[in-house]
């Protein structure tokens, strides 16, 4: 039988198969045979389920297999040469962003931007939080990024603006929320789908007192039981792996699309001769901010695999 993994516990899956939800552990021989990546389930995975007759030692059945994952979001571990799927099979990433409390970090969101690129995960911008914000939002960066094809939504929570669209944009399929501690992401979701019930507060990381911190451990149904949400942890718990430099650039829409006339295919844009992406945004086909955003980052993961290794 298959299964959809919507919820982690220490060693226990719950697993979504026709219309009920199964509790299941993997079967040591799977463990053993598989690939390492594909030792553990995460949320998003379809799997192979072996039922019991009855439940026995606290289990319904076991997992016998994880199918293919068509993508995957991976974190770094403290140790930070070290990677963890987190989730896989996602339809879509939401990077949510507040326009004030705490205001919009475009650095943070192309971060995520070239995370999504690089993982084939379709990533799409939100702000929240317009109804604190007079201007509404920061209109001359969303043309950037709308220019860019990746969907952009302002949303908010407490004067109900965008809901309708972001419940359109969220109809199907695995859908992911992703941001700063603050910004909304809980309490959107729970608009979505109130029975989720997630806590929702103001962020008070020195007590962290009621601060009830998820973790990406489960699939929040939507009312129509269609389609799944997923809360995320806040910045502190999941920072996306660091990439290669030479492979920022793949991150980069518009960079990756401009590149293929630049002189040198190693070209990384900086201050090489014959570099077409330097050429775009002389005239203005680049905007600066990314152009900077993209130097930034580069020089970031330099520093990283320098003190590293
Ligand atoms: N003014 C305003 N406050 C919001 C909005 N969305 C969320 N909040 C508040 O922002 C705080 C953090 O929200 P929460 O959903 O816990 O953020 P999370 O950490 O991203 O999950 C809470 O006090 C919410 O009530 C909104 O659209 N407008
Ligand atoms: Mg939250
Ligand atoms: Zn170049």
Redesign the pocket.
Known sequence: MKGLVIKTHNRFYEIKAGDEVFLCSPKGSFKRKAEPEYRLPVVGDQVDLELLAKRQRGVDGYIVAIDYRRNRLKRALVDKRKERVMAANLDRILV?S?CV?PGVDWGFIDRYLLTCELADIPCSILL?????DPNHGEDNFIDIYRSLDYPMLK?????AIGLDTLKAMTADGISLFT??????????I?QLAPQAN??????DARKGTGKHT?TFSALVPMEHGQAWLA?SP?LRDFAPPPVEPDQVRFGYREIAQAQKDCRFSTCLHNAEPGCAVRAAVSDGSISNHRYRSYLAVVQEMRDYFQSRF
């Open positions: 949510v507040a409390k929240n939080k317009v109804d604190l949303t908010s929570v407490k004067s941001g700063a501690s603050g910004v909304g992401k809980s309490s959107l729970n997630l806590a929702t507060g103001e962020v998820t809360d806040g």
